[in-house]
């Protein structure tokens, strides 16, 4: 498996992510300007459209943050002990520790993102290969690190 490609595979999706909350954030922003002087908003909607462009807002810095941190992350180190920009291998997932990222498919396997903060990190932390680790009931044998 290509960690470089699995890496690229991440760093697209998450850049996807942030265009996708840029996008929507692009529209609720012209339509709440469009909607401000009109006399049918009720001051109600208005907060309700505020509120959501915060939120917007709101995740639109956290992925952001997320791009960031995925992009300092040098896929060409290799690991070996799971930590940050690790690939685990087990015999149940695969993980890569990054970010929380959606499944990702590379060369007929899946992948999840996982970040440093997630409680099956804290399961996995300074594993070597072969060392097994148990997470909400199920135990997870590690079969590689890179």
């Known amino acids: 498996m290509d960690k470089i490609k699995l890496h690229e595979a991440c760093l697209q999706q998450q850049k996807e992510v942030v265009e996708n909350f840029e996008s929507r954030l692009k529209v609720l922003k012209a ?8 006399a049918s908003q009720t001051e109600e909607r208005m907060a309700g459209k505020v509120d959501m462009l915060r939120n917007y807002e709101k995740e639109l810095t956290f992925s952001r943050m997320e791009l960031s941190s995925l992009q300092s992350i040098n896929p060409t180190i290799a690991h070996t002990i799971v930590e940050q920009g690790a690939v685990v291998i ?10 929380s990222l959606d499944k990702i498919e590379i060369e007929g396997a899946t992948f999840i993102g996982i970040s440093a903060k997630a409680p099956i990190f804290s399961a996995m932390e300074n594993k070597r290969k072969g060392e097994p680790f148990k997470y909400n009931e199920t135990t997870y044998a590690i079969l590689e690190i890179y």
């Open 31 to 38: 339509d709440a300007n469009a909607n401000k002087h009109s």
């Open 90 to 99: 087990t015999n149940k997932l695969n993980f890569y520790i990054s970010i």
